[in-house]
C-alpha cells in the first residue's frame, strides 16, 4: 500500500484542486490531506477562508481520491507528519517547486505537479467582487 500526502487551503474547492487531488492519488494507493487550520491561515497564510476548517474539512471528505483529511497547525509537522503517516510520496503543485526537498531526508519521494492554469481561489473571489 502506497501512501501519499498533500498540504492546502483547499478554499472555496475548484478543479485545480480536484486536478492536484487526482494527480496525488494516481501516485499511490492511499491519499492523507493535511488541511490548514483557520488559525495557520490566518496567522502563517494571511488567508482569510470563505468556508471553515470543518467545512472544508467536509467538502474534501467527499472526494473519491481523498482518504483521510487531517489539521495542518504549523509549517514544521510535515517532517514528523511522514512518519505519522508512514508515507511514501509527498506530493504539491509545482508553485511550492524546492520547498519541501528536505522530505527526502526522511525517506520520502517529492513529487511537485504543474499547477492547472487560470483558476485560484484568490482569483474566483476578485471576479465575483467584480462583478458585484
Ligand atoms: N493547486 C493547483 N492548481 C491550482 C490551484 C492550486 O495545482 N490552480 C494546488 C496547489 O499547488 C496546492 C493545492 O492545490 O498543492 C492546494 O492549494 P491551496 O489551497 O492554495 O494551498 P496552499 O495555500 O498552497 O497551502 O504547507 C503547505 C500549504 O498548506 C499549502
Redesign the pocket.
Known sequence: MKRVI??????LL????I???RRAKEQGDYLVV???TDE??WEQ?Q?KCYFSYEQRKHLLEAIRYVDLVVP?TS?EQ?RKDVHIYNIDSF??????RG??DFLKEEGVEVIY?????????SQIKKDLESKN
Open positions: 498533500t498540504y492546502g487551503t483547499f478554499d475548484h478543479y485545480g484542486h486536478n492536484l487531488l493535511v488541511l490548514s495557520f491561515n497564510k488567508k495542518e509549517w510535515k506530493v504539491m503543485g509545482d508553485d511550492w520547498k519541501f505537479l504543474p499547477r492547472t492554469p487560470e483558476i485560484s481561489t
